[in-house]
């Protein structure tokens, strides 16, 4: 059973930065896949960044130059940096994780992910 639990969310001011930490208790390598979702209430889930097995990334344009995503095999942990945080950044942040290979449009769809964490939400004042 993959368990995926994050942390690190939090208040904090426009302009502020958290990093969220997402633990796996499997090994990240064998995910194809990994990325951060976010829900804002009354919005749909949408991914924020993606990364894959040879660590390509990519990012919303909403975050772009912002966050960052990263991970860290060796303790089976997703990241995700995010810097000059602003209001709309408010919502639950989920990491997300699957086996099954993906394609740079695939990875921004949350039907392409099995495994989910709880959500630590992100709060940001302005």
């Known amino acids: 059973q993959v368990q995926l639990v994050d942390t690190g969310g939090g208040s904090v001011q426009a302009g502020g930065s958290l990093r969220l930490s997402c633990v796996a208790s499997?090994?990240?390598?064998?995910?194809?896949?990994m990325a951060w979702f976010r829900q804002a209430p009354g919005k749909e889930r949408e991914g924020v960044a993606t990364?894959?097995?040879?660590?390509?990334?990519n990012y919303a344009d909403s975050v772009k130059g912002r966050f960052t995503i990263s991970k860290d095999n060796a303790k089976n942990t997703l990241y995700l940096q995010m810097n000059s945080l602003k209001p709309e950044d408010t919502g639950m942040y989920y990491c997300?994780?699957?086996?099954?290979?993906?394609?740079?449009?695939?990875?921004?769809?949350?039907?392409?992910?099995?495994?989910w964490g709880q959500g630590t939400q992100v709060t940001v004042s302005s």
């Open positions: 499997t090994y990240t390598h064998s995910f194809a896949c």
């Open positions: 997300a994780a699957d086996y099954r290979y993906c394609t740079m449009q695939t990875s921004w769809s949350k039907y392409a992910y099995n495994y």
């Open positions: 990364i894959d097995t040879s660590a390509s990334t």
